[in-house]
C-alpha cells in the first residue's frame, strides 16, 4: 500500500545546522509578493494607486529574492546532499519551479524600469523553467516511486511557471514561443487537473498542511486568462477567454466556502501557497475591468488586492516569528502513512 511522505516541518534546530534545512517552498512567497507588486501595478494605471507603493513593493521583493537566492546557493554549495533529498521529495520537488517563477514575475516587475535587466531575467527564468519542466515530467514517466496520494496541487507549479512565460515573452522576444509555452501550460493543466480531481475525490485526504495548495488551483486558470489576452494582443474578450476567466472565479468562490477549515491548518509555510493564486485572480479582474468595463469586476479585483495585503502581511509576521524562535528550517521527517494506510 502506498506512503505519502510529510513534507519538512518546523521544528527547532541547532544554528549551526539550520542552512542545510533552508526550505526552496520559501520562494513561493516571492511570488506572493512579485504578484502583489503587480497588482499594485495594474491598481496605479487602471485606478490611480499612488505608483510610490508598488515602487516600495518592487524593492521589498527583489531584496527578499536576493537574500533567498543567496542563502539557499549556500545550502546548495555547503549541503549538496540536502538539496539533492529535496529533489528526491515527492513534495519539494515540485517547489523549485517557484524560483524560476519568480525570476518571471520580477521580469514583468522591471520591464517598464529596466528593460535590459528585465529581459536577461527572463531568459534566464525561462531556460530554468524549461529545464525543470522537462526534468519534472521525465521524473513523472519514468518512475519507481510515485503514487496516487503522493499527487497535490503543487504539481501545478511547473505547468504555471510555463503559462507565465508567455507574458514577457511577447515582449523579449516572438510570439511563437509565447504561443509554444502557452501550449505546453494550457494542455498539461487539463492532464493534471484530471488526475488532482481524481485524487481528490477518490484517495484519502491530503496531509493537513498541504490543504493550503488547494488555492494553487485558480492559478493556472487565472494566469492563462492573463496569458491568453496578451498573446491575442487585447483584442477583446472571446468565448475562450471568458471560460478560463470564470472558471478561475468559480474556483475562487468555491475555495472560499472552505476557509472555516482552511484557517483551522496550523501555519506553515505552505500558507504562501494562497498568496500568488489570488495575485493572479485580483491581476485576471483588472483585465477583466479593463476589457468589459465593469466596475463588478474592479471591485473585485481591489477587494482581493486588499484581502492578499493583510494575508501577505500577517504570513511574513508569522514567518519572521518562526525565524526568531528557529523553527523556520528543520531536518525532513519520516514519511507518515496515508490514511489509506492507517486505516488498515
Not at 490543504?211 to 489576452?229: D, H, Q, R, W
Not at 486588499?306 to 516569528?321: E, P, R, S, Y
Request: hydrophobic share 55%; aromatic share 16%.
Amino acid at each position: 500500500m502506498s506512503k505519502e511522505q510529510a513534507i519538512p516541518q518546523n521544528n527547532t534546530m541547532p544554528n549551526e545546522r539550520s542552512i542545510a534545512f533552508f526550505p526552496v517552498n520559501i520562494f513561493g512567497a516571492i511570488m506572493g509578493y512579485a504578484g502583489f507588486t503587480l497588482g499594485l501595478q495594474q491598481a496605479n494605471r487602471l485606478l490611480g494607486v499612488s505608483e510610490s507603493i508598488f515602487y516600495a513593493f518592487a524593492l521589498l521583493t527583489t531584496l527578499l529574492f536576493i537574500l533567498f537566492s543567496i542563502i539557499y546557493f549556500m545550502k546548495l554549495v555547503k549541503h549538496p546532499k540536502s538539496v539533492i533529498a529535496e529533489f528526491n521529495h515527492p513534495i519539494t520537488l515540485h517547489f523549485f519551479p517557484t524560483f524560476s517563477i519568480s525570476l518571471l514575475l520580477l521580469s514583468l516587475i522591471y520591464i517598464d524600469m529596466a528593460f535590459d535587466i528585465a529581459r536577461i531575467m527572463w531568459l534566464l527564468g525561462t531556460l530554468l523553467q524549461f529545464g525543470l519542466l522537462l526534468y519534472i515530467l521525465n521524473n513523472w514517466i519514468h518512475h519507481d516511486k510515485w503514487q496516487i496520494t503522493h499527487m497535490n496541487p503543487a504539481w501545478f507549479i511547473p505547468v504555471v511557471g510555463a503559462i507565465v512565460v508567455p507574458l514577457g515573452a511577447v515582449h523579449f522576444v516572438n510570439m511563437e514561443i509565447a504561443w509554444f509555452f502557452f501550449s505546453i501550460g494550457l494542455v498539461f493543466w487539463i492532464i493534471l487537473n484530471s488526475i488532482v480531481m481524481y485524487r481528490l475525490f477518490f484517495h484519502p485526504p491530503m496531509l493537513k498542511l498541504l490543504e493550503p495548495t488547494l488555492f494553487i488551483l485558480i492559478a493556472p486558470p487565472s494566469v492563462g486568462f492573463l496569458s491568453y489576452m496578451t498573446l491575442i494582443g487585447m483584442a477583446g474578450l472571446n468565448e475562450f477567454s471568458r471560460i478560463l476567466y470564470y472558471i478561475a472565479l468559480f474556483l475562487m468562490v468555491m475555495l472560499a466556502t472552505q476557509m472555516p477549515r482552511l484557517i483551522k491548518v496550523p501555519f506553515a509555510l505552505s500558507w504562501w501557497a494562497y498568496t500568488f493564486p489570488l495575485a493572479a485572480f485580483s491581476l485576471a479582474s483588472y483585465m477583466m475591468y479593463e476589457q468589459s468595463n465593469h466596475l463588478f469586476f474592479s471591485y473585485l479585483a481591489s477587494l482581493v488586492l486588499a484581502i492578499l495585503f493583510a494575508l501577505i502581511l500577517h504570513l511574513t509576521i508569522k514567518t519572521l516569528v518562526a525565524v526568531k524562535n528557529k523553527k523556520l528550517c528543520a531536518p525532513p521527517q519520516a514519511p507518515q502513512a496515508s490514511p489509506e494506510v492507517s486505516s488498515k
